[in-house]
């Protein structure tokens, strides 16, 4: 799609266009892993990693102003198109804990725990060598905390979600604009969501299952260099599924 030689323009002259960049490079990575893991008995995991990708011609959705005159009217209109950097890197840590409680009485020893906790730190030189940026779509925190119960044919899991903000687009300003790199910049805020799944086997082939996404109905907002600066904001809502199914 990057790559398509095309060009969207709106109905009128100032509308926002869309273009592909047949010149553009595909990025590639050369990736450094380092981990540790211990397992618990009976069933459980610690574990712990570090990583280092370095990206060669990485690829932003970049965006300019550009100004056209028509019929003795001059008209400004955002154009976007992929380009490449120079060059990145993403380096961090990801630490990991699973462990069932089955030393536990009765109907706790059915429960268990799943976390993961990851921190991300990236950095990216922008086209045409005017500064550097974290890498497009590249959060700094993401962490997932479930609780989980298996007995008697009963699987539930209870997960929370976390993604910290991170960068969409990069916005080119105008050298005479007084825009400061960085300040229109586009970027999707934090979300947080809470999910429950359940199932349980009526028999060998049986089965009913529920599942119910975005228990705490939160939102995820798009913003320009600053979270006042509101362009979209989401509601997914709540959905609900339930059902049987039949193994043969």
Do not use: C
């Given at each position: 799609?990057?790559?398509?030689p095309?060009?969207i323009?709106g109905?009128t002259e100032a509308?926002?266009?869309?273009?592909?960049n047949?010149?553009?490079?595909?990025?590639?990575?050369?990736n450094?892993d380092?981990?540790w893991?211990h397992?618990l008995?009976?069933?459980?995991?610690?574990s712990?990693?570090?990583?280092y990708k370095?990206i060669?011609?990485p690829?932003?959705?970049?965006s300019h102003d550009e100004?056209?005159?028509?019929?003795?009217?001059t008209?400004?209109?955002?154009?976007?198109?992929a380009?490449?950097?120079s060059?990145g890197?993403?380096?961090g840590?990801?630490l990991t804990?699973q462990q069932?409680?089955d030393?536990?009485?009765?109907l706790l020893?059915g429960?268990?725990?799943?976390?993961n906790y990851?921190y991300?730190?990236?950095n990216?030189d922008?086209?045409f060598?005017?500064?550097?940026?974290?890498?497009p779509?590249?959060s700094r925190?993401?962490?997932?905390?479930a609780?989980t119960f298996?007995k008697y044919g009963?699987?539930?899991?209870l997960?929370y979600?976390?993604?910290s903000?991170?960068?969409q687009e990069?916005?080119?300003p105008?050298?005479?604009?007084g825009v400061?790199?960085?300040?229109?910049?586009?970027?999707w805020?934090d979300?947080?969501?809470?999910?429950?799944?359940a199932?349980y086997?009526?028999n060998?082939?049986w089965?009913?299952?529920?599942?119910?996404?975005?228990?705490?109905?939160t939102r995820?907002?798009?913003?320009q260099g600053?979270r006042?600066?509101?362009?979209?904001?989401?509601?997914?809502?709540r959905s609900?599924?339930?059902?049987?199914s039949?193994k043969?």
């Amino acid at each position: 799609m990057h790559t398509a030689p095309y060009r969207i323009i709106g109905e009128t002259e100032a509308s926002d266009i869309s273009e592909g960049n047949p010149d553009v490079k595909a990025a590639y990575a050369h990736n450094f892993d380092l981990s540790w893991e211990h397992y618990l008995r009976p069933l459980g995991l610690v574990s712990a990693a570090l990583f280092y990708k370095r990206i060669d011609d990485p690829l932003f959705v970049a965006s300019h102003d550009e100004t056209v005159v028509v019929e003795g009217v001059t008209y400004t209109r955002n154009v976007t198109r992929a380009e490449n950097g120079s060059g990145g890197s993403l380096r961090g840590a990801e630490l990991t804990w699973q462990q069932t409680f089955d030393k536990l009485p009765g109907l706790l020893n059915g429960f268990g725990i799943y976390a993961n906790y990851t921190y991300a730190k990236s950095n990216a030189d922008l086209p045409f060598g005017i500064g550097s940026t974290e890498l497009p779509g590249t959060s700094r925190t993401n962490y997932n905390v479930a609780l989980t119960f298996e007995k008697y044919g009963l699987n539930a899991r209870l997960a929370y979600n976390y993604r910290s903000k991170f960068i969409q687009e990069f916005h080119i300003p105008d050298p005479d604009s007084g825009v400061n790199l960085g300040d229109l910049d586009v970027y999707w805020g934090d979300r947080a969501s809470l999910d429950f799944t359940a199932s349980y086997n009526i028999n060998r082939n049986w089965r009913v299952f529920a599942e119910v996404n975005n228990i705490n109905d939160t939102r995820q907002v798009r913003f320009q260099g600053t979270r006042n600066r509101v362009l979209e904001m989401e509601s997914f809502g709540r959905s609900w599924l339930a059902g049987v199914s039949y193994k043969f």
